[in-house]
């Protein structure tokens, strides 16, 4: 098995209640403990297009590095560690290039593109790796932390000082994203490995939740099993709202 953890997961995608189409994909991998969330663009169905095939290819990555992955032990080192993140990185790096591939193929497919969001869990540690503004936190005991950073204008304007909290919820510019899979032939993938401890829950999600909800709700979520704690999630991202397409994975970590 990839991790030392026993884990279980939950996913759940939902159209939400103002979009006509399910744009988002989500990827669970029980084999590898590989877990993707993408939130596709492009419209005329082109970005179901990119989340769709763009999970495809970056799992295949991880797949033809599977037998390497069984035989990790503890401690991973930081030669292991770096391999690993460049194996998520590469991953990502393949569905950038066969997505950007395909909308040069098919001109009216050109522009679309994906967010993407992983975990790849192997032994007592978790590589986390993103592009765009889908997100992962990780809830342990009482506490949730946000493991990823938005790329987007707003998040950019904001680490810059350009505007304040308060200026960004009233921004135009909420849905511009700086950095996604397949709109050019290569992207700056964000990856980094953090250590695993038996209770932890993660949850990968797209913007039709996170836009909803703040990081303090979360921990009371993960109460009950993983399947129920899915389909609230989605629930409360609909009572709030649901302008957009809504995918939630909730993964437990057990000894």
């Known amino acids: 098995m990839p991790s030392q953890f026993t884990i279980q997961s939950a ?31 492009g ?8 989340s769709n095939e763009g999970i495809v290819y970056a799992q295949s990555m991880v797949r033809r590095n599977a037998d390497w992955i069984r035989t990790l032990h503890e401690p991973i080192d930081e030669d292991v ?12 790096q393949m569905a950038t290039y066969m997505v950007f591939s395909m909308a040069e193929l098919e001109k009216e497919k050109t522009g679309m593109g994906t967010t993407m969001c992983g975990l790849l869990f192997a032994r007592q540690s978790v590589v986390v790796a993103h592009v765009g503004d889908s997100r992962v936190y990780r809830i342990r005991g009482d506490g949730a932390e946000q493991l990823t950073e938005d790329h987007t204008l707003i998040a950019w304007q904001l680490s810059q000082g350009i ?23 290569y992207v700056q993938v964000d990856t980094s490995i953090q250590k695993v401890v038996a209770g932890d829950k993660f949850l990968i999600c797209s913007d039709g939740l996170h836009n909803y909800l703040a990081n303090h709700e979360l921990p009371v979520f993960f109460e ?10 989605v629930d409360l991202a609909n009572h709030r709202g649901g302008k957009d397409n809504i995918t939630v994975i909730c993964i437990e970590a057990s000894a």
Not at 81 to 92: V, W
């Open 163 to 185: 505007i304040t909290p308060e200026q960004a919820k009233r921004s135009p510019h909420k849905n511009v994203i700086t950095r996604a899979v397949g709109n050019r032939d």
């Open 224 to 233: 009950g099993s993983l399947a129920a704690t899915a389909s609230q999630l």
């Open 11 to 41: 996913g759940l995608s939902d159209v939400g209640r103002k979009r006509s189409h399910n744009e988002d994909a989500l990827l669970i991998d029980e084999e590898m403990h590989l877990f993707l969330v993408a939130d596709g663009m």
């Open 81 to 92: 560690s770096h391999r690993l993140r460049r194996l998520m990185e590469s991953a990502i």
């Open 43 to 50: 419209g005329h169905a082109a970005g179901e297009i990119a």
